[in-house]
T-cell receptor, first 111, second 115 residues
Framework: QKEVEQNSGPLSVPEGAIASLNCTYS??????FFWYRQYSGKSPELIMS????GDKEDGRFTAQLNKASQYVSLLIRDSQPSDSATYLCAVPPSGTYKYIFGTGTRLKVLA | ETGVTQTPRHLVMGMTNKKSLKCEQHLGHNAMYWYKQSAKKPLELMFVYNFKEQTENNSVPSRFSPECPNSSHLFLHLHTLQPEDSALYLCASSQEEKLQGQPQHFGDGTRLSIL
């Protein structure tokens, strides 16, 4: 059974701080990794995708991938109260195109 | 606006009722998905359609019956549901199922409550 694990939180950070969200996955052959943000009562929204080891930056968001250690992280710099949401990690196992989702980490940014 | 529209947004039904959930995507995608999201559990894939053909049924009980008349529309027909079926049902679409690394785009979901 392929798995994707996240700490459910809540993770509380003060406004302006860096929020660090982590995700580990069990399939060593996975090639693509996605972070979604889901506000309460709304749909998951894709915010980052990453395919290669290392960092990928997009505005205040940075995704970090380490395939050897089988983890992918999302850093949010200068956190804002509007970043308060649940962040879902999705990883298709090798040989399949279907996402396996983690349970999500609830982030609270305190004003 | 995600380009994926689901109706209704909320649905309350009794266990003996029959109802349908509707999903429409305006993104020109060829793959569509139904997911179930329950509290404190990961998103569970239920069904996948690729070019109108069902390619995945993730051991879903027969009281859930999907229908995909074309690449833009997806339905989930519900019949004699159980209280444990109460959840958020999400529809998603992607360019094509068999393209690795394709992001999925989600609708806002239907919040289903079974009495």
């Amino acid at each position: 059974q392929k798995e994707v694990e996240q700490n459910s939180g809540p993770l509380s950070v003060p406004e302006g701080a860096i929020a660090s969200l982590n995700c580990t996955y069990s399939d060593r052959g996975s090639q693509s990794f996605f972070w979604y943000r889901q506000y309460s009562g709304k749909s998951p929204e894709l915010i980052m995708s990453i395919y290669s080891n290392g960092d990928k930056e997009d505005g205040r968001f940075t995704a970090q991938l380490n395939k050897a250690s089988q983890y992918v992280s999302l850093l949010i710099r200068d956190s804002q109260p509007s970043d308060s949401a649940t962040y879902l990690c999705a990883v298709p196992p090798s040989g399949t195109y279907k996402y396996i989702f983690g349970t999500g980490t609830r982030l609270k940014v305190l004003a | 606006e995600t380009g994926v529209t689901q109706t209704p947004r909320h649905l309350v039904m009794g266990m003996t009722n029959k109802k349908s959930l509707k999903c429409e995507q305006h993104l020109g995608h060829n793959a569509m998905y139904w997911y179930k999201q329950s509290a404190k559990k990961p998103l569970e894939l239920m069904f996948v359609y690729n070019f109108k053909e069902q390619t995945e049924n993730n051991s879903v009980p027969s009281r859930f019956s999907p229908e995909c008349p074309n690449s833009s529309h997806l339905f989930l027909h519900l019949h004699t549901l159980q209280p444990e079926d109460s959840a958020l049902y999400l529809c998603a679409s992607s360019q094509e199922e068999k393209l690795q690394g394709q992001p999925q785009h989600f609708g806002d979901g239907t919040r289903l409550s079974i009495l």
